[in-house]
């Protein structure tokens, strides 16, 4: 089984993204899958004209010459592509919103209705199924409610199965270094780590452990509390 990354956090291998990602790759990598992980931070990729030539003079190919050339085929050839993404203004990164508007040449120009709704048909037999993969900074589960519906409407258009989401609250805390946290944190990458593995051999994952990534990694008042007490030290700094 073949499985890709594509990672739409400008902080790449610093960032709390790739923390969790790690982790679920050492699952996956465990239970036999070959894996490939990629920064599209670090990756030439322009934005979409909007020209929609990959549909009329080159059908199935952009017209621009850049990374996407390369970045393309990976998406295609994988089993599962793993959509990971810091939460920025409630939604996916813009490094990895580019990345999405590029896919426009996957599926053909034309429509069709799929259980009431219209959508393009596909260009391709088969479409790699989706894990998607975030954290973002508050502490509260419904932070995520937009890439909730998001990750399922990008699945829907792009043909894939939406396999997984791992959305971590207070993602900040995976890369602070307090001894306290450490255990927590260490708990919480397990359970990915777990996740990895059973997704490769089983094709889904434990209900239970799904479930506990929705609560916070600590208490809502203590995270506000240490939360501001941090932003303080930090501009005393300047002062
Ligand atoms: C421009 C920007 C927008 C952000 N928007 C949100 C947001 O809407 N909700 C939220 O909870 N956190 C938000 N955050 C916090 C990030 O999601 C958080 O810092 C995350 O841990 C970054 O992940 P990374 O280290 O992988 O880049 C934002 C951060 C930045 C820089």
Excluded at 1 to 25: C, D, E, Q, W, Y
Aim: charged share 30%; glycine share 4%.
């Amino acid at each position: 089984m073949k499985i890709t990354v594509f990672n739409g956090s400008p902080r790449k291998f610093t960032g709390n993204t790739h923390r969790i990602v790690k982790a679920f790759l050492k699952g996956c990598e465990k239970a036999g899958a070959k894996i490939e992980n990629i920064f599209l931070a670090s990756k030439k990729i322009n934005h979409c004209m909007g020209c929609f030539h990959c549909w009329t003079k080159t059908p199935g190919k952009c017209i621009q010459r850049d990374e996407m050339d390369q970045l393309i085929p990976k998406f295609m050839s994988s089993d599962i592509v793993v959509l990971a993404t810091p939460l920025y203004t409630d939604s996916v990164s813009s490094i990895l919103k580019k990345f999405f508007e590029r896919l426009l040449p996957i599926v053909k120009p034309h429509f069709e209705r799929v259980n009431g709704e219209t959508k393009h048909i596909p260009r391709y037999e088969k479409y790699p199924d989706f894990v998607f993969i975030s954290n973002c900074g508050y502490p509260e589960y419904s932070q995520f409610q937009v890439l909730e519906h998001f990750s399922e409407r990008l699945a829907r258009e792009l043909n894939a199965k939406l396999l997984l989401k791992i959305f971590r609250t207070q993602g900040e805390l995976l890369s602070a270094d307090h001894i306290l946290l450490k255990p927590i944190i260490y708990k919480f990458l397990k359970s990915v780590e777990k996740a990895g593995y059973q997704l490769v051999k089983n094709g889904h994952v434990e209900k239970k452990i799904i479930e506990s990534w929705e609560k916070p990694l600590i208490p809502i008042d203590m995270f506000l509390k240490k939360a501001n007490e941090h932003w303080d030290e930090k501009l005393k700094k300047i002062q």
